[in-house]
């Protein structure tokens, strides 16, 4: 029994079938289905039951893999234990957000793998909430109030905001200068989520309105800048607009709730050396200068 046959069992079960484990893995599906073979004949048990879309664990295999995974994940540690203290290597898989993924955390997943020329580092740019089990990633930068899971996150820097509208807007429509008034009024935003404005010594949440949506916040300001309605984003992303005049911001008594960096990863016992270097890396960049970078001090 080979520890690369445990782990790709690991990586069938997870995806549900051979042909995501072997993108996942980045080998072919022959080689993924030879391991399967031999880890079966090796325990003489049959772990997966093959389907038309794709593989589903039998009983024998539901339990083995919790075992198969720990199992894992302790060579892992082991690894990064008896390595020296500057070396990584394997693979990290790592989702980000398009929004601000490209320009602001790739230049860090760079440095990550310049500095380890023995380490993989796979990115995934995506606003939507990736399945980090499912979908096999090692963790993921995500940014905004993080919904309740089992998931295991570590702050590592905050993002301020500013509502804005255009010049055109506030003409037609008024700007304003209350939440009571804010929530009269069309906003362009990713959904039919709620916005947190601080008024004083408390968070008031509001439950705005409008008629354009979209689940990118850089579509969201194309929307702004022309007149659909009033935005909160995050300051740095619209610099230049609101230096230029073509977004102005509004109610500036109430601001909104600054919103955390979080990295996020499945609850493991103990986080991969890898995941706290990048962790550490990401405090050091955006823990203050991002701050400062948006007008807080």
């Known amino acids: 029994m080979e520890i690369e046959e445990l782990r790709t069992f690991v990586e069938v079960a997870d995806a549900g079938g051979v042909s995501f484990a072997a993108r996942r893995l980045g080998v072919s599906k022959s080689i993924v289905s030879r391991r399967l073979a031999r880890l079966e004949e090796d325990l003489g048990i049959r772990l997966l ?16 893999r919790d075992y198969a995974a720990r199992v894992c994940a302790e060579i892992d540690i082991a690894k990064e234990t008896i390595l020296p203290a500057g070396d ?9 957000p398009l929004t601000f993924g490209p320009t602001h955390f790739a230049p860090v997943l760079a440095e990550l793998a310049k500095r380890h020329p023995k380490l993989q580092v796979h990115a995934s740019y995506t606003d939507r909430f990736v399945d980090l089990i499912g979908e096999g990633f090692d963790c993921a930068i995500r ?8 998931m295991v996150a570590r702050r590592v820097g905050l993002i301020y905001a500013t ?3 255009t010049p055109e807007y506030i003409r037609k429509h008024g700007a304003p200068e209350t939440p009571e008034e804010f929530v009269t009024h069309q906003v362009v935003m990713q959904g039919t989520e709620s916005w ?12 705005p309105q409008g008629r354009f949506t979209a689940d990118n916040a850089v579509a969201l300001v194309s929307a702004a800048l022309a007149g659909l309605g009033i935005a909160g984003f995050p300051t740095d992303l619209i610099r230049d607009h ?3 005049g073509a ?3 509004i109610m500036t008594r109430y601001p909104p709730q600054e919103v955390g960096i979080y990295v996020v990863r499945p609850p493991d016992q103990n986080p991969t050396r890898k995941i706290r270097v990048l962790t550490e890396m990401l405090i050091e960049c955006f823990g203050q200068t991002y701050q400062k970078r948006s ?3």
């Open 247 to 249: 977004l102005v911001p």
């Open 49 to 64: 039951a093959r389907t038309t879309r794709g593989a589903a664990l039998t009983e024998a295999g539901q339990t083995f």
């Open 242 to 244: 609101l230096e230029s």
């Open 295 to 297: 007008g807080k001090q």
């Open 143 to 150: 940014i905004g109030h993080l919904p309740d899971s089992n």
């Open 196 to 207: 947190r404005v601080v008024d004083g010594d408390r968070v008031v949440t509001l439950k």
């Open 163 to 165: 509502y804005v509208a």
């Open 88 to 96: 990584l290597r394997g693979r990290l898989r790592v989702s980000a």
